[in-house]
């Protein structure tokens, strides 16, 4: 069964960082594209980054630009998202999600990920 589990998440002061985790199995890793969603109370889901594990190409939401950084470890069949400089507005539970396409390239297009790990809370205070 293709499983992606989340973790990493958090309660860290505004300007903190943390690094969260997503380990997969049940499918050849690096034919794939991983990509990682928040949803805030009331928000509707929202994607934040993505990586494509085939052929190394990176998406950021503008909203994460410049803090946050996408990576693999493919020995690990795990992909990580190190957020840095992290702002109350910050504050949801991440998701990483597997888009079973061709794996060229990724979007954060909610739509386009069929497997979904369990979320892990971030709380960022100000």
């Known amino acids: 069964d293709v499983q992606l589990q989340a973790s990493g998440g958090g309660l860290v002061q505004a300007g903190g960082s943390l690094r969260l985790s997503c380990a997969a199995s049940?499918?050849?890793?690096?034919?794939?594209?991983i990509g990682w969603f928040r949803q805030a109370p009331g928000k509707e889901r929202e994607g934040v980054s993505c990586?494509?594990?085939?052929?190394?190409?990176?998406y950021y939401a503008d909203s994460v630009k410049g803090r946050f950084t996408i990576s693999t470890d493919n020995a690990r069949n795990t992909v990580y998202v190190q957020m840095d400089s992290l702002k109350p507005e910050d504050t949801a539970v991440y998701y990483c999600?597997?888009?079973?396409?061709?794996?060229?390239?990724?979007?954060?297009?909610?739509?386009?990920?069929?497997?979904w790990g369990q979320g892990t809370q971030v709380t960022v205070s100000s």
């Open positions: 049940g499918f050849t890793f690096d034919d794939f594209a």
């Open positions: 999600a597997v888009d079973p396409g061709p794996g060229y390239g990724c979007a954060v297009q909610p739509s386009v990920y069929d497997t």
């Open positions: 990586i494509s594990v085939k052929d190394g190409n990176t």
